[in-house]
């Protein structure tokens, strides 16, 4: 099993729709978790940590479930701009290690 | 705009050369990190630094040989590559090494050996 599951897409949406992404980690001793965003030939981005009691910025919303192991993205009102490949990304505790899934594509059409 | 700064941004290799990586980081960040990234592959965590100590090597070929003389520099120093070893290398830095605090990327440096 994968460390960081990811679905890859891609995910083609309408301007205006809301797009959801789930991951599914593997270390339940994983204490830290976060959502990057990765544009075509650029570095990841920093979207927003995931924190137990979930937590929203703007249009995005992240929740996290410790006991299923499993972590979620809501894209409201997507934008032409969000097209991009999302990265689910857990930190496994002391190791030092940030484990990053393989990314889950989103085109958004006008 | 970025506090990692990496370079080059692109190399051209052959498997007999010995070329070497820069990573800067200006955060005041205590952990560094060399990321591999290939088509179609997550990112590969290579190795970490944390206060200067490495704390992390993830079964990385001795080909690659990181270096980290102080917190805020990182050095990957490459020897007899294989076409295979062609990437995007990307740098992190975080505040600390435990990996509890969000990684901040360099632009990247796009790495092919021919």
């Known amino acids: 099993r994968k460390e960081v599951e990811q679905d890859p897409g891609p995910f083609n949406v309408p301007e205006g729709a809301t797009v959801a992404f789930n991951c599914t980690y593997s270390n339940s001793a994983s204490q830290s978790f976060f959502w990057y965003r990765q544009d075509c030939r650029k570095e990841p981005k920093l979207l927003m940590s995931v924190y137990s009691s979930g937590n929203e910025d703007g249009r995005f919303t992240a929740q996290l479930n410790r006991a299923s192991q499993y972590i979620s993205l809501l894209i409201r009102d997507s934008k032409l701009s969000d097209s991009a490949t999302y990265l689910c990304?857990?930190?496994?505790?002391?190791?030092?290690?940030?484990?990053f899934g393989q990314g889950t594509t989103l085109q958004v059409k006008p | 705009e970025t506090g990692v700064t990496q370079t080059p941004r692109h190399l051209v290799m052959g498997m007999t050369n010995k070329k070497s990586l820069k990573c800067e980081q200006h955060l005041g960040h205590n952990a560094m990190y060399w990321y591999k990234q290939s088509a179609k592959k997550p990112l590969e965590l290579m190795f970490v630094?944390?206060?200067?100590?490495?704390?992390e090597n993830n079964s990385v070929p001795s080909r690659f040989s990181p270096e980290c003389p102080n917190s805020s520099h990182l050095f990957l120093h490459l020897h007899t590559l294989q076409p295979e070893d062609s990437a995007l290398y990307l740098c992190a830095s975080s505040q600390d090494g435990a990996g509890n605090t969000e990684a901040f990327f360099g632009q990247g440096t796009r790495l092919t050996v021919v």
């Open positions: 630094y944390n206060f200067k100590e490495q704390t």
């Open positions: 990304v857990v930190g496994a505790g002391n190791t030092g290690k940030l484990i």
